[in-house]
């Protein structure tokens, strides 16, 4: 059974660029959530999808937003990069049904420059 | 919503010595701890959870107990070795609906042979 799949590793932005990041989940989980984790702040929540609707969404700015599509892939995207956004981007595939043990992937790092 | 305080940030321990890893969460309606484990460069994996229907849990060497009246629950590694060296998380979650997991913001175990 093939892990999550993160898209891309790794990548290098300046500020006020946009990036997207890439998440397919575990095959017949039908939850995503992505979380940004940066050194000192943990593992901090974005938001969760399920079944392509946004289920729950943490505290961030409007510039990150996400989508899920049907065959349980999910996307986020940053609008107009900062310095502040560099980070290791981790997303997290489940059943969605109750709580249960989440699926990490190895995760997209960010670099704002 | 919930706020999930760990402690300590930083901790080594000499080889075969035991480690503590302690969590506090706000909300009371959590029943949902899971702790993970993250090596270095590595995605964080689920190395053992408790639901609040239990005091104690026990898998080999490691060992997560809960007070409900107290808010906090704590991760004890026996015999540490140095493959236990890395970033555990713990985290909080009400296991009924599907709100997302809150994680602390982790703590660095050196074992030191």
């Known amino acids: 059974k093939a892990g999550v799949t993160q898209t891309p590793r790794y990548l290098i932005k300046t500020r006020g660029q946009q990036v997207t990041l890439s998440c397919s989940p575990i095959?017949?989980?039908?939850?995503v959530s992505w979380y940004q984790q940066t050194p000192g702040q943990g593992l901090q929540f974005l938001f969760e999808?399920?079944?392509?609707?946004?289920?729950n969404k943490g505290n961030f700015p409007g510039r990150f937003s996400g989508r899920q599509f049907s065959n349980s892939r999910s996307e986020m995207n940053v609008s107009t990069l900062e310095l502040g956004d560099s980070a290791l981007y981790l997303c997290?595939?489940?059943?969605?049904?109750?709580?249960?043990?989440?699926?990490f992937g190895e995760g997209s790092r960010l670099t704002v420059l | 919503g919930e706020n999930v305080e760990q402690h300590p940030s930083t901790l080594s321990v000499q080889e075969g010595d035991s480690a503590v890893i302690k969590c506090t969460y706000s909300d009371s309606a959590s029943n949902y701890f899971p702790w993970y484990k993250q090596e270095l460069g590595k995605r964080p994996q689920l190395i053992i959870d408790?639901?609040?229907?239990?005091g104690e849990k026990k898998d080999q060497r490691i060992a997560v107990t809960l007070n409900k009246t107290a808010k906090h629950f704590s991760l004890h590694i026996t015999e540490t070795q140095p493959e236990d060296s890395a970033v555990y998380f713990c985290a909080a979650s009400p296991s009924s609906g599907n709100t997302p997991l809150v994680f602390g913001k982790g703590t660095r175990l050196s074992v030191i042979a």
């Open positions: 997290a595939s489940s059943t969605g049904q109750g709580s249960g043990e989440l699926f």
């Open positions: 999808y399920f079944s392509e609707t946004q289920r």
């Open positions: 408790i639901r609040s229907n239990v």
């Open positions: 095959s017949g989980h039908r939850s």
